[in-house]
């Protein structure tokens, strides 16, 4: 199995996946979608689903609360198999939320691992999952102390503890069995199964990781 990518494929994944991050944050949703294969999957702490719900959930949303996260994306490698491709990206999501009625800053350092295939000569994206590292939370100004809810702030995993916090608190269920550092069994299983299917693509590989 040759996994070791061309200098033009590895440009091309690079860009893929630099510009479906920027697509993201500018709310470029027309252009999102040009950029995933339709029924792609996306999964991060507040969404599971096609790419097609979360667009519509993502543009329903925008500039409705006001968190709306922006992304870093520095593409670390990809591996390539036929018409498949695997891209890890180093990464963090900046959002300010409010806290108890307190502007806050919260990072989440994260990697990225984008599936990709290629049809007609043309990559797009079949999923999108983040793999989590840690996360900070402040207050915007260094006078202001924000409460937290310790029952419910720990009750989430240490890798997107604050993450897990603000979604919570917003309603929003957030699953606790995410690929993340913390839990090495989870990290190994996912990263299993990405490289199950560049080997042999979903003719052998029946659904998600879990």
Sequence with gaps: MNTSPSIEEERELFSLVKRERRARDTCDWDLMASLYWPGAIVHVTWFEGTVEEFIATSAGES???????????????????????????????????????????????????????????????????????????????????????RVLFEAGRPSY????????????????????????????????DAREWLAVGDAAVEGRWR
């Design 63 to 149: 500039g409705v609360h006001g968190v709306r996260g922006r992304h870093t994306i520095n593409p670390a490698w990809c591996e390539v198999t036929d018409d498949r491709a695997l891209v890890e990206s180093q990464g963090a999501i900046e959002i300010r939320p409010m806290v108890d009625g307190l502007a806050c800053d919260l990072t989440a350092w994260c990697r990225f691992l984008s599936r990709a295939e290629r049809r007609d000569d043309r990559w797009r994206l079949i999923s999108f999952d983040a793999i989590y590292g840690k996360d900070h939370l402040e207050a915007v100004f260094p006078s202001d102390v924000p409460k937290f809810d």
């Design 161 to 192: 503890q604050f993450l897990t916090y603000i979604n919570s608190r917003s309603g929003r269920a957030v699953p606790q069995d995410l690929p993340g550092d913390d839990r090495p069994d989870l990290l190994a299983a996912f990263y299993a």
